[in-house]
């Protein structure tokens, strides 16, 4: 049974940073490309940042570029979103995927197996 579980997540001010980590079981983790997406209150859930199979293919939203980085450690089985300069507008839940259809995908449907998510609340 395949797994993703997301920790991290927290309650900071703005421009704290946080490092969410995602560890996988279950399935042939190299294989799999990796992203982030967020859900907001009230809002579609949207890509974040992901990252193929190597280590050096990473792609971001422009929401998040240069603030947050994603990577990867295959032999934990774990990927990594460490978030800097934060503010109230990152307040979401964030979650983790896996494919193994895609390497660069942003959209959910190309996306096999979800973590449950975890929450991150900035205040201003």
């Known amino acids: 049974q395949v797994r993703l579980l997301e920790s991290g997540g927290g309650l900071v001010q703005a421009g704290d940073s946080l490092r969410l980590s995602c560890v996988a079981s279950?399935?042939?983790?190299?294989?799999?490309?990796l992203s982030w997406f967020r859900q907001a209150p009230g809002k579609e859930r949207e890509f974040v940042a992901g990252?193929?199979?190597?280590?050096?293919?990473?792609y971001y939203s422009d929401s998040v570029k240069g603030n947050f980085t994603i990577s990867r450690d295959n032999a934990k089985d774990t990927v990594y979103l460490q978030m800097d300069n934060l503010t109230p507008g990152d307040t979401a839940i964030y979650y983790c995927?896996?494919?193994?259809?895609?390497?660069?995908?942003?959209?959910?449907?190309?996306?096999?197996?979800w973590g449950q998510g975890t929450q991150v609340t900035v205040s201003s």
């Open positions: 995927a896996a494919t193994i259809r895609a390497f660069y995908a942003i959209k959910e449907s190309w996306y096999d197996h």
């Open positions: 990252i193929g199979w190597t280590t050096d293919m990473t």
């Open positions: 279950g399935l042939a983790f190299r294989s799999y490309a």
